[in-house]
């Protein structure tokens, strides 16, 4: 009688320490983390006017000339400086992803098998090299399209009113750092679907069926995140439609990994 009664505090004790390392170790790893980010924010702050110089590169392109044919204004007395805090800002958590993503695999391995843990390495991998894919995609490609296009309304000679481009230094760097968080965290589809499938959440069959489904979201998501633009909104959901179609491919890739698995494991037993 006196050990049934002493269950239930035994049971609360055993359940609350791990609670708490777990709270500790996550603690730890958000420590780290926030570390990172403060002192790549220090150097990226005294680095500002070279990083906002290379995201300066689409528009170079788009006028087709140097860094010196650009002009840039801004219209308040703190607008450079914020500006400048939001470039640090952006070049820190850029720069402090590989911080980011070790610090969650190591809040996590522990709780996974071995197997677990070395199917997980992939997917670590694969995240930054798609935001760079989709960045880049940003960088050479539709943001020098979209600029393009934003300066054709530029106009003047005899008979016409003159209509000059005068960019604020605030809302480029809004625009560069929408369309390319925009474009990394959507390309991180084949990640989070794949993810899905070893969870046994989703299959291929389901991803077929939902194509057309996919299509209105990508289309909607495409048309909020980019400006109102046809061109940029093109740009962000063709590669997305295919990268979900690659999609398709990875998640039958973990159906058949699976299946070979368990067929070994019941040919062992």
């Known amino acids: 009688m006196n050990k ?54 689409p528009f170079v392109q788009a006028v087709g000339g140097s860094v010196e044919d650009v002009s840039l204004i801004y219209t308040a007395p703190q607008e450079a400086f914020f500006t400048e805090l939001k470039v640090a800002l952006f070049g820190a958590i850029f720069l402090a992803f590989p911080v980011l993503a070790s610090q969650v695999y190591m809040f996590v391995a522990p709780g996974l098998y071995k197997r677990e843990r070395s199917a997980f390495i992939p997917y670590l991998i694969a995240t930054p090299v798609l935001f760079l894919i989709g960045g880049a995609l940003v960088y050479f490609g539709v943001m020098p399209l979209a ?99 690659l999609s398709i491919f990875a998640v039958r890739f973990v159906e058949r990994s699976r299946a070979n698995r368990e067929a070994a494991s019941e040919n062992d037993a």
């Open 4 to 57: 049934m009664l002493e269950n239930p505090d035994d049971e609360v004790n055993q359940s609350e320490a791990p609670l708490l390392e777990h709270l500790i170790e996550l603690r730890t790893r958000l420590i780290y983390s926030f570390a990172a980010i403060a002192v790549l924010f220090v150097v990226c702050f005294f680095l500002a006017g070279e990083i906002y110089a290379v995201l300066l590169g």
């Open 147 to 245: 600029m393009r296009f934003f300066l054709s309304f530029e106009q003047s000679g005899a008979g016409q009113a003159t209509i000059q481009n005068m960019t604020r230094v605030s809302e480029y760097l809004s625009l560069t750092m929408t369309l390319l968080l925009a474009f990394g965290l959507c390309f991180q589809l084949p990640v989070i679907l794949t993810l899905l499938a070893r969870a046994e959440i989703i299959t291929a069959d389901n991803l077929k069926s939902w194509r057309k489904y996919a299509v209105v979201a990508i289309l909607t998501v495409a048309a909020f995140l980019t400006p109102p633009e046809p061109m940029t909104q093109i740009g962000l959901a063709v590669p997305v439609f295919l990268l979900y179609e």
